[in-house]
């Protein structure tokens, strides 16, 4: 027996990991000790194997202490260097990074466990910028408190995502940066470079009235958008429901009657006919904002 070792099947195992370690079968009386980690199947007096999963990265080991065939107690250990194996990562992306004041927004918080061990009890804040007020939080594992601002995830495993999801109201001053971060694991993730995630939003002061009716009667004539004039470098676009061009003009300002000024699927000079269009109003520093508008005649 003394020279039968305990045999694993992993010789380098990873925090949270289910290990299993065997001596030699058809002994009684085992006796398994574990140090720095729990036992979690097997192990019993008769068991010749047991599984462990490891509490902490560092130095645990294996004993075990059993009768053999000839009446004599034999003793065996095995020291085990036990390694995080795991990296937790994390992405922010959101709906609409040029929403108008006033809009709802979506961000998308998602952590990743990238390696081969588990987590637990990992802690993300989020915390909500002055630029905004919250309208809902969600999680597809754990809970986030909207009054302290964290997601505690209580267990991660490897290989898996969850994700945070976020809606606010974008205000009308603040700070629009959007940061989530990795603040604290079990164990603690070794590679902090990919903790933190930000999204970055840039609201813009345009406010689009979807209905005219040009009859000339002097109300509610003219395609209006508000804000337009903070943006002189504007290029205005607007196109059927065939995907033509009808309308262009850069430097828009608030003038259009519902008049083609593209040749193409109608005369230059012709009156648009009622219907729904679809606009493509770029700013000058390549923001896009795009919608429809209908002509009601």
């Known amino acids: 027996d003394a020279l039968v070792p305990i045999t694993t099947t992993d010789d ?20 398994w000790t574990i140090t720095n980690g729990k036992i979690t199947s097997g192990g019993g007096n008769a068991d010749g194997s047991v599984t462990v999963s490891w509490s902490d990265i560092g130095q645990g080991k294996v004993q075990v202490t059993y009768v053999n065939t000839c009446n004599d107690t034999t ?7 036990v390694a995080t194996c795991s990296d937790l990562t994390i992405t922010n992306t959101v709906s609409n990074p040029t929403p108008n004041f006033g809009d709802q927004i979506t961000f998308t918080i998602t952590v990743n466990n990238v390696g081969q061990g588990n987590f637990i009890n990992t802690i993300v804040s989020e915390l909500i910028p002055s630029g905004y007020d919250l309208v809902s939080a969600s999680t597809s594992a754990g809970t986030y408190d ?26 009308q001053s603040g700070n629009y940066l959007n940061v989530a971060t990795i603040e604290i694991s079990t164990p603690l993730d070794v590679d902090a470079a990919n903790n933190s995630a930000s999204a970055t939003v840039e609201p813009i002061c345009l406010t689009v009235y ?63 006919p009622t219907g729904t269009y679809f606009y493509v109003i770029s700013i000058g520093d390549g923001t896009v904002k ?3 508008v209908s002509i009601m005649r």
């Not at 065939?242 to 003038?255: F, I, M, P, R, T």
């Not at 259009?256 to 000024?261: L, V, Y």
């Open 75 to 81: 003793t065996k250990s095995l020291n085990v260097n």
């Open 12 to 31: 380098t195992p990873c925090v949270f990991q289910g290990i299993t370690y065997s001596v030699a079968n058809g002994k009684s009386n085992y006796v």
């Open 210 to 272: 979807n209905e005219f009716t040009p009859n000339n009667d002097g109300a509610n004539d003219l395609f209006r958008i508000d804000c337009i004039e903070s943006y002189p470098n504007n290029e205005l676009k607007v196109y059927n429901r065939y995907g033509a061009l009808v309308y262009s003009k850069q430097h828009y300002e608030n003038d259009w009657d519902g008049t083609a000024n593209v040749s193409g699927v109608i005369n230059r000079g012709d009156m648009l």
């Open 146 to 171: 909207p009054k302290t601002q964290l997601w505690t995830i209580p267990t991660l495993n490897a290989g898996q995502s969850v994700t945070l999801t976020v809606v606010v109201e974008v205000l």
């Open 290 to 292: 795009k919608g429809w």
